[in-house]
DNA sequence: CTGAAAGCGCTTACAG
DNA sequence: CTGAAAGCGCTTACAG
């Protein structure tokens, strides 16, 4: 049905060996011949069989990432970013929503490697079992795990990119230190969660290393917009010194805005609020939330270089784990506390 | 390097077209052969390679989408929807970012062509040549157009999902007539914008059908939240009768409800408010918006099943057209005027 | 029910 | 510089 170089080679009146050598760019081939096959093939509208090319190179230039749900608009971000790395070494992606789902994420990584994908960018490897994890790990195609922190990879073999929560976490709290607060909340989530734990360790330490007499109160609840309304709620009943807030993310820090001006004080008037994140509706609300910048787009691009990396160095590839930088957006839900340098 | 059909045939002691048969599901093979080769297959964790399957085959169980920019939430919905669907399938989706630009969208079918896709979802085809829209058409490949109503196309072949968005805008306006509205702005984007122009046409409608006293103020913009805000402060300085706007988008509403406080006046107090989309930020707000609901998921789903029935019934194949229903989703931002039934 | 053969559309040593 | 051959890992008529 369609062209092949079958058809190029009869056209032509050569073998076709050496039309796949003037179509790939080879060197050892005549200028005449190149210039009469790439001619012909343009003619005929020649489109190469990725899937041939891929059978007898074994190399597919596919790369896949499976992630929760492409709807939450942290993985759309990573995903661009994945992509358009992709894109740039002329690779595809595939993508895969897993809903965390065991069954699922199973399906999709033997899927995955059957289709000889060169490489997967994951947020999880916690639905697949023990002998799973050691079949991707031995398979030899390139994993990286996206946000996960370096220690949460049990198994040799898997990369890993994530952002610096640690420091993330200490810009917060040397920056509401430094404007003067001191009694500072803070909202997060449970103490499963490596990314927020490391957020929250990182602000202890900035409080601890910056004025000796600042004093936090750390609550955990859900790591949602609810959560952060219930935690907010709470802190106002009973902190009533406190100033400022850090919120673990960006949505409890929205959960937290609400629920002060419920409660009739005003952001950032009575209580600076600051979140983690940067998501977009941080640009919305009013005020526009100040907030540390996750660099979502970069830990894609970041993920998928690492992966390429790996394929590229094939057996002798070993893994690596890749920080990346946060930074302070300052916008206006933390204000200066007067009297204080 | 991996195993093979030939690895189990050898350790079975038969032919790698009896492993075939084997492990294909086909009916003609001994039960304990089929036992036996299944047993070895496991045991050698054998993977199929489908790019060998596909090579002989001629089909790569995937599929793709190009869109602008998967950070929109809109296209996020889409994608989750589609990709399910796929999944539903045994398909694999890949994700492309076209960002509207010609050589981008150019790239990508030449590219998923080679990779022998099965069917492309895209939602715009204006970045190709009309050559290259020839081709594509002519390439067999099954495409729907995502968003775009059927009277956009202009090349047969390709197949269309909508929604029903003059019924979305007739909705709209009847809402508000029923709920005792006389004067009622409606903010819009450009004329060039189809989906945009038919809510605009299905609200018209229904202020004529529903009442014939009351007025409609239309007005065109940017179809953005800060489009929405402009447009909004313009009503609200010219137009001193009106007691609701109908939104031809939620940004545009959004926009609406900011420039509304500003001018320190209430929703739905002062002015109703009806957006269009149902974008999650519409339940964030206060007040929650009122807002025809657009099936976005559904419109990804719906478009990989004509995708794949296409696909199914080959040259046989004749375009499809499906237009997807949309329905009310009343929250609190529109009142009723008293004094009216 | 099973084997041997041909073929899917390419690439890549190997000769010449 | 080019051709002939072998092979990538499968499937699928064709015999038997």
Redesign the pocket.
């Known amino acids: 049905?369609?062209v092949?170089?079958?058809d190029i080679a009869r056209e032509c009146?050569?073998?076709?060996?050496?039309v796949?050598?003037c179509?790939?760019g080879f060197?050892?081939?005549?200028?005449?011949?190149?210039a009469k096959v790439v001619a012909v093939a343009a003619r005929l509208n020649?489109?190469?069989?990725r899937l041939?090319?891929g059978?007898?190179?074994g190399k597919s230039r596919t790369l896949a990432m499976i992630i929760s749900d492409i709807r939450n608009p942290f993985f759309a971000d990573l995903a661009r970013g994945a992509e358009d790395a992709a894109f740039a070494a002329g690779y595809e992606l595939v993508l895969c929503n897993s809903d965390l789902n065991p069954s699922k994420e199973s399906f999709y990584v033997h899927s995955l490697l059957e289709k000889r994908v060169e490489g997967i960018l994951m947020n999880s490897v916690s639905g697949l079992s023990h002998e799973e994890q050691e079949e991707l790990s031995q398979s030899g195609v390139p994993i990286v795990l996206l946000n996960r922190p370096a220690s949460s990879v049990r198994l040799r073999g898997f990369s890993t990119v994530v952002s610096d929560n640690s420091t993330g976490g200490f810009i917060a709290g040397k920056y509401l230190a430094d404007l003067g607060h001191r009694v500072i909340g803070h909202l997060t989530g449970s103490v499963q969660h490596g990314n927020l734990r490391d957020r929250t360790q990182g602000f202890r330490k900035a409080l601890q290393e910056t004025d000796a007499q600042a004093t936090s109160i750390v609550i955990h609840g859900r790591h949602s917009i609810e959560g952060g309304y219930n935690m907010m709620q709470r802190l106002l009943r009973e902190q009533k010194g406190m100033t400022a807030v850090f919120a673990g993310n960006d949505a409890m820090a929205f959960g937290a805005i609400r629920a002060i001006f419920e409660a009739g004080q005003r952001v950032p008037d009575d209580i600076s609020v600051i979140g983690f994140d940067d998501v977009e509706l941080g640009t919305i609300i009013r005020p526009p939330l100040t907030t540390i910048h996750h660099p979502k787009y970069e830990m894609g691009r970041a993920a998928v270089e690492v992966l390429l990396q790996h394929s590229a160095q094939g057996e002798a590839a070993t893994p690596e784990h890749r920080m990346m930088e946060v930074k302070l957006v300052e916008r206006k839900s933390c204000r200066r506390i007067t009297g204080v340098k």
């Open positions: 049905m369609s092949t170089l079958k009146g050569v073998d076709v060996s050496t796949s050598r179509l790939s060197n050892g081939v005549h200028k005449s011949t190149r020649y489109r190469p069989n041939a090319m059978l007898v190179t």
